[in-house]
């Protein structure tokens, strides 16, 4: 702050004016700003991460995403918080705390943000799809939202329902829907928002690469500052000299974006990176600042674009206060995210609205369904075989071995795939309840099984260590594979495409399951998720190439099973993948 402070002086010389104080933003992923006079905005953190407030704070993003979203404080299962005690986080207290700063900030312009992932996170929502998310959104509906990559789950008929049931506005200005005609008119490009006889743009945009990780269908979704730049044009046309972007495409891409927008863009509030912000020594919560709160990009025109987020999983409320001049430069911003410790009152709307549900989902997600005498963890499957990946993708293997095509066969695929971000928990030794197993498989995915010829398997077991480069110490991908009735080696020294340098297949057409030495020129029948067959992650292969497709039912439905066949479960680390 100290820094955008010195400025002030130096700006009202050139005769950008006296700056007029609005009161701030409020979000629960980022946070806005304050125009005219002082204007307050309230920014939603990042929804998908609004997990309902985990037990234990200082957890690792995949598994604290899952907790609870914006319904219940939980635990690491997804349950509801058995000790009021440990509970941060949750709906309840993001409400509330927007609430009060709405009443605080009443007569200073106070603006509310959601930027996107209002969908996934635990059994609530496994339940209740968009029926039971927008009925707690619109109990505080934002002054505007934006479309994340999780409300295209369950792909364009379980999105359109909730754009049609919700009070917010939706902001969306690189979707293009002209080839999904029931998108068409469920959401604007941008907004003007009045305050103080101030005008303000709001635009949204959605990561440019959503296609590949969601599952949206003809959708054409177009570079992120191209979309700003022509809105902000149009915007500019109607008297508009301030503006925001609400943007789910991460911390980095924003910062790509204001470099790029930043001669008309002031605010960016941030989403889907889940990163926390926090300028100085004593952050408020557990989490460790990726940057400052506001990150400040100064742009070649001059200006300056503040960039916010605050985290994910509702442990956090953005709440940032913006001064602009009355030509819309920003001259000065106070504010820091506010951290949703259990001292925060919960409100009691929230918590009325909850109790019909409650019941019936703790019936539900209680119910056991088996037993783990090992953790099956998630920590390192973006990297290298993980047990919960081997457990994960023996259960895609077990739902097709009742189908056998002929006699001689002891299944209809010998072989499973999974990409690592679909195992978004650990399952920890102990009973393994329904809300546990869906709180780590919460996509519900239909799996379907496929040929494939050999050298297009290859092909996607290259693509699943492209990104991983020891000489940048990079070892992780995000699309890495976790894999069933494969024996892989790789060297990451090998050029791209050059990384597989030993693979043995396990044999279907067989009386017994066995492993033999890999033939590029044969196929091979897969079983995956619908997601990685239509291309997901990159994985066009699959969906270009894969013949004789038959599908089955849903992975929770094949795990479920899987888990009450072969419980206790003892699944290790089998050397299915290994590294030279």
Not at 15 to 35: A, D, I, W
């Amino acid at each position: 702050m100290a820094e955008l402070k010195s400025l002030v002086p130096r700006m009202v010389r050139r005769g950008y004016g006296t700056p007029q104080p609005f009161s701030g933003l409020y979000h629960y992923s980022s946070r806005k700003r304050n125009f005219g006079k002082r204007f307050t905005a309230l920014k939603t953190q990042d929804l998908r991460g609004q997990c309902g407030g985990a037990k234990v704070i200082g957890l690792e993003d995949s598994v604290v995403e899952v907790c609870g979203r914006l319904y219940e404080p939980t635990d690491t299962s997804g349950g509801a918080c058995e000790a009021p005690a440990e509970c941060i986080g949750g709906y309840a207290r993001t409400v509330y705390t927007v609430r009060h700063l709405l009443e605080q900030q009443k007569d200073k312009n106070a603006v509310y943000f959601n930027a996107g992932d209002s969908f996934q996170g635990t059994l609530w929502y496994n339940v209740g799809r968009w029926n039971v998310t927008s009925e707690f959104l619109n109990l505080l509906p934002a002054d505007a939202m934006t479309l994340g990559n999780h409300e295209f789950d369950h792909g364009i008929d379980g999105v359109v329902p909730f754009l049609e049931s919700l009070e917010s506005p939706m902001l969306v200005a690189n979707i293009d829907a002209s080839n999904e005609p029931t998108m068409v008119g469920k959401y604007k490009p941008s907004m003007i928002l009045e305050r103080n006889g101030r005008k303000i743009g709001v635009i949204g945009v959605i990561l440019e690469t959503t296609y590949d990780l969601a599952n949206t269908g003809k959708l054409i979704f177009r570079n992120e500052s191209d979309a700003i730049l022509e809105e902000a044009a149009k915007l500019k046309a109607q008297g508009v000299n301030i503006i925001i972007v609400l943007s789910h495409c991460g911390y980095d891409v924003d910062k790509i974006i204001a470099q790029r927008t930043g001669s008309v863009v002031d605010v960016i509030v941030g989403s889907h990176s889940h990163t926390f912000l926090f300028t100085g020594d004593n952050p408020p919560g557990p989490d460790k600042p990726r940057g400052d709160y506001p990150t400040i990009i100064d742009h070649n025109s001059g200006r300056k674009v503040l960039i916010v987020q605050a985290g994910a999983y509702t442990k956090y409320v953005g709440n940032i206060t913006v001064y602009f001049n009355n030509e819309g430069n920003v001259i000065d911003f106070e504010g820091a995210p506010l951290y949703m410790g259990n001292e925060v009152p919960e409100d009691s709307r929230v918590l009325q609205a909850m109790a019909p549900w409650k019941d019936y989902i703790d019936m539900r997600g209680k119910a056991v369904i088996g037993e783990s005498q090992v953790d099956l963890l998630t920590n390192t499957c973006d990297s290298e075989e993980c047990n919960l990946g081997n457990f994960f993708c023996d259960a895609l293997v077990n739902a097709f071995q009742g189908i056998k095509p002929n006699r001689r066969s002891w299944s209809d695929a010998a072989i499973s795939l999974v990409n690592n971000r679909a195992l978004k928990s650990s399952l920890h030794k102990g009973n393994i309840t329904y809300s546990q197993m869906i709180a780590m498989a919460p996509f519900e995915n239909t799996l379907i099984a496929f040929d494939l010829p050999g050298e297009k398997l290859k092909e996607a077991l290259e693509l699943s260590v492209r990104d991983m480069d020891l000489s940048k110490g990079i070892n992780r991908s995000y699309i890495f594979l976790q894999v069933s009735g494969l024996k892989i080696t790789y060297d990451l020294q090998q050029p791209i495409n050059q990384r597989v340098v030993g693979l043995k297949v396990r044999c279907a057409d067989c009386r017994r399951p066995r492993y033999e030495a890999f033939d590029g020129s044969k196929p091979y029948r897969i079983v995956t998720s619908n997601f990685l067959q239509n291309g997901g992650n990159g994985y066009v292969m699959f969906r270009d190439y894969g013949t004789n497709l038959k599908s089955y039912s849903r992975d929770i439905d094949a795990l479920v099973q899987y888990t009450q066949e072969y419980s206790p479960i003892t699944t290790g680390i089998e050397e299915r993948i290994q590294f030279v």
